[in-house]
């Protein structure tokens, strides 16, 4: 078949990139660097779309840095994680959009998109047809009377409808450039269109999506307009280049050929020569850029939410690995070939190109163990169904598969159907739905801030004025208060309300650093703050009660934070700096903050790292920012452009989203880091940092925790009482205690033998007397008594000793340990040889007490039962013994 033609030459992704950001800047957009593949909102998963960072400029709630914006997204999508391998369904891609925030609207967006495809890209205007919503006339005769696009390539489709993104958001009609790749791709029939859907009919290419964005959509579906309409388009990078390079898919661009090239490479394959090994190249080359993107924005391999997803694309690329023969950890070597040719437009996958490999490996090598138990189990679990001449695998089984195996549920599928079996899916379900509802209130605090972006998106409120980096009280005015029921016009004493004012000091919940406390009083009430949230990006919320009297909208009220809680919030915030910057020198720089907790008595700082501390490296980690609290270095913040700033060589944090003017916190000479929360004007201020723990928290995330200024103070005070105590009772200083303390360990030692070797010598002193108590049962020594032994080895020992001294007989001792009888039988060897049993016949005489027990026929050990009779049991054993010298005979 011949290749989809253009007339232009060849141009390589990065070229098609460049030019579409540069179309735009001549066009006054700002261009935003990419967000992160982890979205700011909790209640996303991953970053599906160039729109998220713009939703709170689409919905007035944040100020852009311009209303023309335009970017390149690292996107992800998980719908289709089945379907890659195909000719075009992709996990990660690159969308080139382009924003208005209230600027042009359909007409220009659809204008800028058709210049940039037919001049810029140059594809013939012939090849071009669009397809619009139904009862979007506007857009229909932009695209008809101001471009000329025939009538007959404009075609309604209902599905033309963009978002929102989750359950509520901004949303609304959209229109698609499509491609015509020919008739010779397509189904042949005369009405083949875009929104043709016949089985294997190829021919139109979704290019561009333009989408109006003029709505938000609540949680009753219903749709309000917005404060103003908005352009949101996309455009995937990908499909671009398999159109402008002439390509049959995808993978056959410059974007992942190398890909390909390189896993054909380690299987000794070629791709093009056989369709089931292409899809495998083609799964691999898709998730290996997934891989590398998903760790590189600091998602770990998990059991749910994003984590699973990278677990899952790591999992399913090592076991197409497989299918090609690759049976070695094979994903680092292509990634290592993502990040050479993304490296340059994503600096990130080379920073961070040691730890990406880290983690690569370490999944890689751990999923190589769980497939092959896996899959010899599951080689079982079919051989029995099919044996029974069955064609149904037992959900119930699928699901120890997952649960106890950690083996892919899809895996088990795609297994099954290989060998022409079924899955019992409800069952499987039933038990899944089961182990969720063990983690149901997992997902309860996405809910929870679900509706507040509702509700407060539905106020329209102004963005809360900060002043809380200089000021710890300010007036300001009620602008709302909202109860469990939604807006208030006031509450009383007693009520549990959120306060929002126009201008407030308290610090919202943010970075790590918790929420203020402190009081609004005026009006005629006082309002008791217990946190500071930030229900929405910009707003910021008094939670708490209503201490006194009765709050108002339109009050003004004077907020007053806890000063002194606030000073140690702010210690232990700056010292979370000190600590990452001394963690990266010690540890290297693939140690990256991966959450944090500043509360007013305690820091918590996570970081990427795989193993634990030595003990040395948490001395050092510790001397460092200890160090930088000694040379009193003044901290302080400056607000500039977010390029600026990242060149200055500030840390930025995985998956936070900085607008275009960002914070930045300095430690002189020793730290820079975007940061919005609030810090000590002097590393002096911080007073001691005391280290006081460090721990795993997931796989490949440690965390220490530690404490600063008050609290350390505190803990110190605490260890020096102890010390104190302990000195007293040591009669000794305390710098001695150490050595004391190990010299009584070795007297206890010393003393523990001593009691031993005494109680062997009492045992031993027993011998005689107990040797007096041998019978006679048919010419066979038969010694049968009571002993006193501490312990199972004492109680040997004694067995040993009369045993030496019997010469020939047969041996029952008894004792008790604590509540529990134990007993030991020994017969001597020549008894052995005519049939005695040492474990038969202990076995029948703990039967007496109720207990069991067994061994050799020389020596046996046993107990249990009831102690009280101990002595009955004892007194059977000559009858006992006596009965098998005649079963014998
Ligand atoms: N939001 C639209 C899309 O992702 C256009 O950017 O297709």
Known sequence: MTATTTTQQPVSGAALRQRFVEFFLERGSVELPSASLVPRDPTVLLTIAGMQQMIPFFLGLETPPDVRLCSVQKCFRTVDIDEVGDASHLTFFEMLGNFSVGDYFKEGAIHFAWELMTRVYGIPKDRLWVTVYPTDETARTVWRDQIGVPASRIVADETNWWGPVGATGPCGPDSELHYDRGP?????????????????????????????????RDEQGVDTPLPRPNIDTGMGLERLAMVMQGKESVYETDLYLPIVERAAGLAHVRYGADERTDRALRVLADHSRAVTFLIADGVLPGNEGRGYVLRRVLRRAVRYGRLLGLERPFLTETAQVVIDIMGDRYPELRERRDYIFRIIRHEEEAFGRTLAHGLSRFETLAAGVKAEGRTTIPGA???????????????????????????????????????????????????????????????????????????DRAGGEVLAIVGPDGPQAAAEAGQRVEVILDRTPFYAEAG???????????????????????????????????????????????AAIDAERRADIRRNHTATHLLHRALRLVLGTHAQQA????????????????????????????????????????????WMPQREALATGA?????????????????????????????????????????????????????????TGRGALAYAGQLQQIAGTLAGALHAPVPDLPAQVEGLRGRIRDL?????????RLAGGQVETLLRQA????????LAARVEAPNQDTLRRLGDSLRDRLGSGVLLLGTVFGERPALLAVVTPDLVARGLKAGALLNATAGVMGGRGGGRPDLAQGGGGDPARLDAALAAVPGLVQRALHEKD
């Open 184 to 216: 010779e791709y397509g189904c042949g029939q005369p009405d083949c269109s875009p929104t043709c859907d016949r089985p294997g009919c190829n021919r139109f290419l979704e290019t561009w999506n333009l989408v109006f964005m003029e709505f938000y």
């Open 752 to 760: 523990e033998r001593e009691v031993e070797r005494l109680q062997a």
């Open 651 to 707: 840390m930025a944090l995985f998956g936070e989203k900085y607008g275009d003017t960002v914070r930045v916190v300095t430690v002189e000479d020793f730290s820079k880091e975007l940061c919005g929360g609030t810090h000590v004007g002097n590393t002096g201020e911080i007073g001691p940092i005391l280290v006081t723990g460090e721990s795993s928290v997931a796989s490949g995330v440690r965390r220490i925790e530690a404490l």
């Open 775 to 782: 019978r006679q049962v048919d010419g066979t020594a038969v």
């Open 595 to 638: 959450g944090s907790l500043v509360a007013p008595d305690r820091l918590r700082f996570d970081f990427t790292h795989l193993q634990a501390l030595t003990p040395e490296e948490l001395q050092q980690v510790g001397a460092i920012a200890n160090g930088a609290v000694l040379a009193a270095e003044p901290v302080y913040a400056d």
């Open 512 to 558: 790590g650093q918790v929420g203020d406390t402190g009081v609004l009083a005026g009006g005629d009430g006082r309002f008791a703050v217990e946190d500071t949230q930030r229900p929405v990006p910009g707003l910021t919320a008094h939670r708490g009660v209503v201490a006194e009297g009765v709050i108002r909208l339109g009050d003004t009220v004077e």
């Open 397 to 471: 089984e699928v699901f120890r598969l997952y649960d106890t195996y950690g083996f892919p549920f899809d895996l088990t599928v795609e297994l099954a159907q290989e060998q022409g079996l079924e899955i019992e899916r409800a069952e499987f379900d039933e038990a899944m739905q089961a182990q969720r509802q063990l983690s149901r209130g997992a997902s309860r605090f996405a809910q929870e801030s679900h509706r507040d972006l509702e509700l407060y998106a539905g106020l329209r409120l102004p963005p809360t004025d900060f002043l809380g980096y200089d000021e």
